[in-house]
């Protein structure tokens, strides 16, 4: 594998239990280019997130094999960074500390404390760094994950529906931001979601999974400039072909219901975050 392609999926299949009848995730071969913006779509239980998880180490794979830049992923990294629906962050910490959590876990905040003052500058939080987190809006909150994510400057941000919980208008806003940042700065990108539009205003390409098994039925390029401009020609165009293309798989597959296991995870044994600060500090 080249460097040209970060990520790297290769004869995936999954099986979250061996009572189950078909596989979750079914030969799954897919090749992410450096820097390039990718969607993954499709129906509810077609194991997108099962997938990203996979890419970001939380989840490992029955059969096949992810690498990100040759290096088989089996664990997560601060080089591959995920953000959710939620934005999970601590509470009773400012939007500083937060953000900063990283670079504590890595052991390198003491060196990389201007990152984080420019990253919150950069997100439109730079006069709220010493406010709680609690505070502040949802989309300040996911504002302050977004931050954090980039902290450790990650070669891959994944990401999991992180804006489906926003207001309409705060959702198109990140959603902008978050595909220009990634552009300008040569993240490669995996994103989640069910959301047409969405896929088009922040993929370079968008990959379309079928359902009960997931596999992936389709492949989409978006040749757009960023910033998309919604109200183009151009971006209705390529939304309505989406779009299209979608529901003859979805319907193709809507006779055969699949329903998605979940994962019990342990609970985390990390040491505390407030200890981890203070040595930091």
Not at 269 to 279: D, H, I, N
Request: charged share 20%; hydrophobic share 40%; net charge negative.
């Amino acid at each position: 594998m080249s460097n040209a392609s970060p990520i790297w999926i290769s004869d995936l299949t999954h099986y979250y239990n061996r009572q189950q009848s078909m596989p979750t995730l079914d030969d799954i071969n897919l090749s992410i280019p450096q820097g390039q913006l990718t969607a993954l779509i499709g129906r509810s239980g077609c194991g997108k997130s099962t997938l990203l998880q996979m890419v970001a180490g939380l989840l490992i794979p029955t059969e096949g094999a992810i690498r990100i830049r040759a290096h088989t992923v089996t664990k997560p990294s601060a080089k591959w960074n995920m953000m959710f629906q939620k934005p999970s962050l601590y509470p009773w910490m400012t939007v500083r500390e937060n953000a900063a959590l990283g670079l504590v876990f890595a052991g390198t905040y003491n060196q990389k404390k201007d990152r984080v003052e420019e990253l919150l500058d950069m997100v439109g939080l730079s006069e709220h760094k010493d406010k709680n987190v609690q505070a502040l809006s949802g989309g300040q909150q996911q504002r302050v994950a977004l931050a954090r994510s980039l902290a450790t400057e990650p070669e891959v941000l994944l990401l999991d529906e992180p804006f489906s919980a926003l207001d309409a208008f705060t959702r198109t806003a990140l959603q902008t931001e978050v595909a220009q940042i990634c552009h300008d700065q040569n993240i490669t990108m995996v994103l989640v979601t069910h959301d047409i539009e969405e896929a088009v205003a922040m993929a370079d390409q968008v990959v379309i999974m079928s359902h009960n098994p997931g596999q992936i039925v389709g492949e989409k390029s978006i040749p757009l400039a960023y910033p998309r401009d919604r109200n183009s020609a151009e971006f209705a165009e390529l939304k309505d072909e989406l779009f299209a293309e979608f529901e003859t798989i979805d319907k193709a597959k809507q006779d055969k219901p699949f329903e998605r296991l979940e994962v019990v995870r342990p609970k985390s044994t990390a040491p505390s975050v407030e200890k981890m600060l203070q040595q930091a500090s």
